[in-house]
């Protein structure tokens, strides 16, 4: 994997790397980072589960089509007692007028032998 060979060490730190590869647009070294089967459920409202690494590929054209160019900014990367992860940030938009700063994420994740095997959206907006 380019830039992340040798991710190893806690859950936290594979959650980092998946983030920084995707930050970076490295959708192999993503790709590297999760289970052949892994189940993503993300807070999308056309489709509620991608699984698999062509799930995975799916997710991020879907997610890239619904907002445009964005990134997404960290606050925290924090290892649950559980070994799940938890990550929390906001999403970028970046247009030609410049950055905007938009709705916070939240995500969970799990990790087994060094690879995510699943990864949920929190939602973060409250009682509807």
Excluded: K
Excluded at 66 to 78: K, N, P, Q, T
Excluded at 89 to 97: F, K, Q, S, W
Excluded at 102 to 113: E, L
């Amino acid at each position: 994997m380019t830039g992340d060979s040798t991710v190893g060490g806690s859950n936290a730190e594979v959650v980092r790397a998946l983030w920084r590869a995707h930050r970076e647009g490295r959708i192999e070294d993503v790709l590297a980072l999760v289970h052949r089967e892994v189940v993503w459920e993300p807070l999308t409202p056309n489709r509620t589960l991608y699984v698999g690494r062509a799930g995975t590929r799916a997710l991020f054209e879907d997610i890239r089509h619904a907002l445009g160019d964005f990134r997404i900014d960290l606050d925290e990367v924090a290892e649950l007692p559980d070994g799940r992860v938890v990550s929390r940030g906001h999403i970028v938009g970046l247009t030609p007028d410049g950055e905007v700063v938009g709705p916070p994420i939240a995500t969970v994740a799990t990790v087994q032998d060094g690879l995510i095997i699943g990864f949920a959206s929190l939602d973060l907006r409250g009682p509807r």
